[in-house]
């Protein structure tokens, strides 16, 4: 069974940094992309990042290329999000999912649970 956990979500202020952690279980490494997409209440879930476990390739959101940077170890099969220059437009429940393509989340089949960042002006 697939299960993903997020972590690192909290709460800073504008222009600050946070790291997300996304540690997934089970059959993951057949999986090509690991993403983490967020919604803000009111608003529809939208991508942010996603990472081809295989090559490293990268791909983000317009909103944020340039102040988010996502990674992965292997290793340990997780996968991070590196929030750098936080705005407060960033404040959304942010989830990481797999089993899909890039940053299309229709096609995503498992999801965590969601970690809440709040950026406060």
């Known amino acids: 069974q697939v299960q993903l956990v997020e972590s690192g979500g909290g709460s800073v202020q504008t222009g600050g940094s946070l790291r997300l952690s996304c540690a997934a279980s089970g059959y993951t490494t057949s999986f090509t992309y690991v993403a983490w997409f967020r919604q803000a209440p009111g608003k529809e879930r939208e991508g942010v990042a996603a990472?081809?476990?295989?090559?490293?390739?990268?791909y983000y959101a317009d909103s944020v290329k340039g102040r988010f940077t996502i990674s992965q170890v292997n290793a340990k099969n997780t996968v991070y999000l590196q929030m750098n220059s936080l705005k407060p437009e960033d404040t959304a429940m942010y989830y990481c999912a797999t089993g899909g393509w890039q940053l299309d989340q229709d096609t995503y089949y498992f999801w965590g649970q969601g970690t809440q960042v709040t950026v406060s002006s």
């Open positions: 990472i081809a476990r295989a090559s490293g390739s990268t």
